[in-house]
């Protein structure tokens, strides 16, 4: 007769701590990949979200963003050329900011039946990441002087390298983690 496996309490918290770290980790080496073009880098960070959403989870995967920002925060050098602080008050603050929200928004749209396919999960990611763009852009404009020119500088250079990214973390399944989660109860 088979039974079920469970955790002890300890061992559930600890595991989920660490995934919390490890896909906060995710975000820093999506950080790293900068491409410095003005006062926005190019980052991998779009690119890194949603996967660390698709492999945590909706609750992990938001938590996990929501820590890397915190990281940040408290001055941990996690942003794009080694930035901490300094990055949430600048320019690109408003991209930082966005992220945890823009993790849950695709966190939440896979829950709906948006992670059951590659259309889907590129329309779900696509969303997120536009709310990302777009909340940085209103955020720049306090640096710029006005939208037209935050909307020059932080939307449309990244417009095809973010429709690529939106298509390569497509190609991810949703809620990886919790599946095997599931698995490894039985």
């Known amino acids: ?13 600890a595991l989920r701590i660490v995934l919390v770290l490890t896909g906060s980790a995710l975000m820093y080496v999506g950080a790293k990949l900068a491409i410095n073009i003005g006062i926005v ?13 698709a492999l945590l989870g909706t609750r992990l995967g938001t938590a996990a963003v ?19 602080t300094a990055a ?13 929200v823009a993790a849950a ?12 396919d590659a259309m889907r999960r590129f329309a779900a990611i696509f969303l997120s990441t536009a709310f990302v763009i777009l909340a940085g852009a209103v955020w720049l404009q306090i640096f710029t002087g006005s939208f037209q020119a935050a909307f020059a500088m932080g939307v449309v250079p990244f417009i095809i390298g973010d429709l690529a990214k939106c298509a390569i973390a497509s190609a991810i399944p949703a809620n990886v983690w919790p599946r095997i989660a599931d698995a490894r109860k039985v």
Do not use: K
């Not at 007769?1 to 918290?13: G, H, I, K």
């Not at 940040?72 to 050329?81: E, I, R, W």
């Not at 928004?105 to 059951?116: C, E, Q, R, S």
């Open 1 to 13: 007769m088979l039974q079920a496996r469970t955790q002890s309490p300890a061992t559930s918290v």
């Open 41 to 53: 880098p190019i980052t991998g960070q779009t690119l890194a979200l949603p996967i660390v959403v």
């Open 66 to 84: 929501a820590t890397y920002v915190i990281e940040g925060a408290l001055g941990l050098p996690v942003f794009a050329h080694g930035a901490s």
């Open 105 to 116: 928004i695709v966190g939440i749209a896979y829950d709906a039946g948006f992670g059951a």
């Open 88 to 100: 949430l008050l600048g320019p690109t603050g408003g991209y930082l900011w966005a992220m945890p």
